[in-house]
């Protein structure tokens, strides 16, 4: 989940098991999440996507889940490997001034044993 | 393709100082961002432009200034450098405003002594 601290809540999963990465958001005017992946030393990589009139999307071994009822975000990875070791955000983004802003959360560390 | 490069990746300044990091993406993209991040927490945007000409307020911009210099380049400057803006800062730009699929630079780390 995200942490309210300075420490990163840290996931460590067995390589070739599923993760799940979870996000509590706030703004109930949010309508589109947005996955990112931080790899270390880089800048985030966009991973998928979904908006408010959703409650599931799929993409290449990921899969996110929408509950809006409790604010509730969640990012599946389906057969993890190495390479998915990262820190993984998620953001929002609501209409305000015509324009759209991220407001992102503070990041799940995910290590993968191998 | 380079998508979005920033420069410098590194830089140390003394208090009082002045840097300006620069940004440039190679993407036709209409919107522009400004974001930092400090340990342990999401990133924060600081200023962002939806368009070339013009550029707006985000979360935290006391303490910096940007110049959306044409459609490729956006400029973030901080005229009296504070140990507080010690942080990691990205550059990001999306292909319209109402877009929020963002692509990121590398990064810039700037520590302020």
């Known amino acids: 989940g995200e942490s309210v601290g300075l420490h990163l809540p840290t996931l460590s999963v067995q390589e070739g098991d599923n993760s799940i990465i979870n996000c509590a958001y706030s703004?109930?005017?949010?309508?589109?999440f947005i996955w990112y992946k931080q790899e270390s030393g880089k800048g985030p990589q966009f991973i998928i996507d979904i908006r408010s009139n959703m409650d599931k999307r799929q993409g290449q071994r990921v899969t996110v889940l929408l509950n809006k009822t409790v604010k509730h975000l969640s990012l599946q990875i389906a057969a993890t490997q190495p390479g998915d070791s990262a820190v993984y955000f998620c953001?929002?983004?609501?209409?305000?001034?015509?324009?759209?802003?991220?407001?992102f959360g503070k990041g799940t560390k995910l290590s993968v044993i191998p | 393709n380079a998508g979005v490069t920033q420069t410098p990746k590194f830089q140390v300044l003394k208090t009082g100082q002045s840097m300006t990091l620069q940004c440039a993406q190679d993407m036709n993209h209409n919107s522009m961002y400004w974001y930092r991040q400090d340990p342990g927490m999401g990133l924060r945007l600081i200023y962002y432009s939806a368009s070339e000409g013009t550029t707006d307020k985000g979360e935290v911009p006391n303490g910096y200034n940007v110049s959306r210099l044409n459609k490729r380049e956006f400029s973030l400057r901080l005229e009296s450098a504070a140990p507080s803006q010690t942080s990691v800062y990205f550059c990001a730009s999306s292909r319209m405003e109402a877009l929020p699929e963002a692509f990121f630079g590398q990064g810039t780390r700037l520590t302020v002594v």
């Open positions: 703004n109930s005017a949010s309508d589109y």
């Open positions: 953001a929002e983004t609501s209409p305000g001034a015509g324009s759209y802003q991220l407001t």
